[in-house]
């Protein structure tokens, strides 16, 4: 089953943008999935149980650190990689 997951990050720090763009590319270093990056979030699309792992994967370490984090995602079970220009 295909999976687009959009994220947008929140970091409540001074430095918010450094802990983003680390998040994005430990996003973008897993081979299994793509991803898009624009101004306002990150899109993520793949094969369901690949883009949870993922997910779960990179999320952890963020919550794990004392710096608070908002993540807000929307989820849609289908595959919304393409173009529209």
Wanted: charged content about 25%.
């Amino acid at each position: 089953m295909k999976l687009s997951v959009e994220i947008s990050m929140y970091p409540l720090d001074k430095n918010f943008g450094e802990h983003i763009l680390n998040f994005i590319k430990r996003i973008k270093s897993h081979p299994n999935i793509s991803s898009r990056t624009n101004s306002m979030s990150t899109q993520v699309f793949g094969e369901y149980d690949v883009v949870m792992s993922v997910l779960q994967k990179e999320m952890k370490p963020i919550f794990a650190d004392e710096i608070k984090t908002v993540m807000v995602m929307k989820f849609i079970n289908a595959d919304l990689d393409y173009n529209f220009e």
